[in-house]
């Protein structure tokens, strides 16, 4: 487990923070944007920014890092994170992502709690103490596109249509929440099932390719939350560097009900599972599709790919809260 650096020779002379609250978020209430605000401005914060449209986010976090910020903090989901981490992973800028969204899956991977509440109280204190993290991210390129960095997890198929089905249906997402990624889960099911596009997979230390129906990647843990429930679908991902993943042969009841009812438990999936193979991608995995088929990450649709590389990212230095 990396530690967070409290040394006092790691400490900047002072905070210079970039406050970015995204508007549409869920938990991004008036009152609620008005408190992290009023907490946060005693405590080195210089810019505060309201992203207007998604596209923004990224834009206020480049104009964050010119104008000399030390530390980035965002209000608002998984999206707004992974737009903001993209832009940061690399720097000696730190992030810290306040739970602003509905899964809100990195901010609580980082130890903060799912109550803004919380975790603004949290967060005033680690930024006082200079609390940091170092974590390594994943990256993926698709088609000839430029390379995409990721957060937490990345998926080619079943759960990337998923996320096509929901984000096509925002009303769905808001009023459904939970319940409406389990309806588009079963409805992207029976679609796999009807569709048979494979996936051919390898990787950089084996030459003959694995047949899947679709891939679930991740550089940290855990992939997703059921509720409060950690759901560890890929075993291994730790934020230490390697990119995990798994591949499901089958799309089939069976097959993902053992893998999603072992996640609830806490039990990870065996490598001995008959309708598995999983490993970590050493400097790639590449993906090569049939036809054209769905990509997310972070819970974000990325469109249909055909050719689709998985790789270890940039790091990040994330600001963590105390251990509890």
């Known amino acids: 487990m990396i530690e967070a650096d409290e040394s006092p020779a790691a400490r900047p002379p002072a905070e210079r923070v970039a406050l970015i609250i995204n508007p549409r978020a869920t938990c991004s209430t008036p009152s609620v944007r008005g408190r992290v605000a009023r907490e946060l401005a005693p405590h080195g914060v210089e810019w505060t920014l309201i992203t207007r449209t998604p596209a923004d986010t990224a834009q206020m976090a480049r104009e964050a890092v010119e104008e000399g910020a030390t530390t980035v ?118 679609r ?19 047949d899947v129906a679709t891939v679930l990647a991740a550089c940290g843990s855990p992939y997703t939350y059921l509720r409060d429930r950690p759901l560890d679908l890929v075993p291994g991902a730790d934020f230490s560097g390697p990119v995990r993943w798994v591949g499901v042969r089958r799309v089939g009841a069976r097959s993902l009900s053992r893998l999603a009812l072992g996640a609830i438990r806490g039990r990870p999936p065996s490598p001995e599972h008959p ?18 088929m769905p990509v997310q990450a972070d819970g974000e649709a990325l469109g249909r790919h055909r050719e689709i590389v998985i790789s270890p990212g940039p790091v990040l230095t994330v600001v963590v809260p105390a251990p509890r």
């Open 73 to 190: 903090v965002t209000l608002g989901g998984d999206g707004t994170a992974a737009d903001v981490a993209g832009v940061l992973a690399g720097t000696a800028v730190a992030f810290a992502p306040l739970p602003g969204g509905n899964a809100n899956v990195f901010s609580r991977a980082m130890g903060w709690p799912g109550d803004i509440d919380l975790a603004v109280d949290g967060l005033e204190e680690a930024l006082d103490a200079h609390r940091r993290r170092t974590i390594h991210l994943g990256s993926i390129t698709l088609d000839d596109l430029p390379p995409h960095t990721f957060i937490i997890n990345c998926g080619v198929g079943l759960d990337a249509a998923t996320v096509e089905w929901i984000e096509r249906r925002p009303r769905t997402k808001r009023r459904l929440r939970h319940a409406g990624f389990a309806l588009g889960a079963a409805i992207a099911t029976v």
């Open 275 to 292: 309708d598995l193979v999983m490993g970590d991608a050493g400097a790639a995995l590449r993906i090569r599709a049939d036809a054209p």
């Open 192 to 210: 796999a099932r009807r569709s048979g596009t494979r996936l051919h997979v390898t990787t950089d230390e084996a030459g003959e390719p694995e």
